[in-house]
């Protein structure tokens, strides 16, 4: 079920989830200081396209924190909102409700993606 989720997730718009995800990579690593936090958005593109069978476990330290800080103020807002008003469109309908929630997920994870693994689903 989860591979059919992820065809459907790419072909009515997670594409656009992944492409924002990969330009905020690019922004990232134009500098050698952010290359770190390029990488992690590369990471995260590929849970863009592909979120169905996946999970997020959240754990971190202080590092996580203050990249979370850096993060937010630079990248995460423009992402998260862009999950948002994406998740709340696709919730008006009862088909849309399952990508709906991936767009949550989505969300959550723009506005803190250090100290979070993707993990498969059980």
């Known amino acids: 079920m989860s591979c059919l989720g992820n065809i459907l997730w790419v072909i009515f718009g997670g594409i656009w989830q992944g492409l924002g995800w990969l330009l ?3 922004l ?3 500098t050698i200081v952010g290359v770190p936090i390029g990488m992690q958005c590369f990471k995260l ?3 863009a396209c592909f979120p169905f069978g996946k999970e997020v476990v959240y754990s971190g330290g202080a590092v996580s924190f203050l990249l979370n800080v850096l993060w937010l103020i630079f990248s995460g807002i423009p992402l998260a909102l862009s999950a948002c008003v994406n998740g709340a469109l696709l919730c008006v309908t009862i ?3 399952p990508f709906g929630m991936q767009c ?3 969300a ?3 506005l803190a993606p250090f100290g979070a693994q ?3 689903q059980r």
């Open 24 to 26: 905020a990579g690019v």
């Open 28 to 30: 990232w690593c134009i």
């Open 45 to 47: 593109a590929g849970l």
């Open 95 to 97: 088909v849309g409700i």
């Open 104 to 106: 949550f997920k989505l």
């Open 108 to 110: 959550k994870l723009s």
């Open 118 to 120: 993707v993990v498969a």
